[in-house]
């Protein structure tokens, strides 16, 4: 069989002129990207992650010119972050320009911008010329793609059709997603927590004279991020996350008014050290849906009273919506 021919930049961004959508990949995830300023290519992205319109997508740049042709307003703080945390997996919602196409912000007068802190990412929005906005590139619902190879399994026919080009780039860095601030004047609510930490952005505010004032929240609810629903990241079979019990403490596992027996339970590990556990997070609880003789999968986080909430807090978030049941409650931690 002949070698498929890797893909280029220059393809990619061939590509996305056509008004189609390219794989790209990140630091945090895999993206599924369009050109800003492509109609065709944005209704793309709905389609093909067959994504609910209420759900806004994250626009990315390659540098901060870019940022305001996008953004109506841009307070000093949002500079300061992005002085700070840019490029890198922190995502910044302020008002938009209300020339930017209303699907991409969902009807909201808001936009999520961020910098990607991958060379591939990078490089192929200097060559489209043009923002990219970019969902995560699996399934709505479904866990989020760390490799080339998960993006394949989710988009396999529309690869295969050459609907949408994969840009390979090995395994994201980060491997959980880009933390989602609102950014008032004083005000910062984290409305998804990610690869930058609530300790990083209260560190960043405390050092300065300017910002010490500003205060970091979170979102009552998910009232303010329409797509980071309750069940999300869910994995095929379904994950059991348990918050103190270990795995075989009960011989059966009862839910959604079906019953598992323990014994056709795969246990999945994360590492202790968080920034492995987000790294692996996804890969780990996609090797649990392909582990054979199994019906669910098991998870126990293990809490250490050492524990910051650093990273932890995003895989968290992440375990508690992937799971079909849960085990316990997650401790209260300081901040
Ligand atoms: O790391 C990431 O953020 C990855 C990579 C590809 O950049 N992207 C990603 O996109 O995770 P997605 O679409 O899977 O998640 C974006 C989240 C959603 O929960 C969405 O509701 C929220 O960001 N979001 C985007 N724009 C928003 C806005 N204007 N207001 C409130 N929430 C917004
Ligand atoms: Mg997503």
Redesign the pocket.
Known sequence: MPTPKAVTIQDAALHLKEGKCVAMP?E????LAARVDSAEGIAAIFKLKERPHF????V?VSDMNQVSELVNEWPPVAQSLATAFWPG?L?L?VKKKVSLNPMI?SG?D???L?M?NHPIALALIKAAGHPLA????NRFGRT?PTTAAHVSLEFKAALDSGEILLLDGGACDVGV??T?C?VKHDQIII??P??VTREALLEHFNKSSEFRDVTVTESPGNA?????TEHHYETAKPLIVSWSEPFGARSEYSFENKTIAASRTHELKLDADPRLAARMLYACLREGDEHVGSDALFIQRHFSTRDERGLWEAIDDRLSRAARLQIGKIPERGA
């Open positions: 990140t945090t995830v895999y993206g759900d806004p997508l994250i990315h997996p995502t919602v912000s909201l808001t936009v999520g961020r990607p970019a969902p995560s590139a989020s997603e880009s989602v609102l409305l998804r990610g690869g303010a991020s329409p797509g980071h």
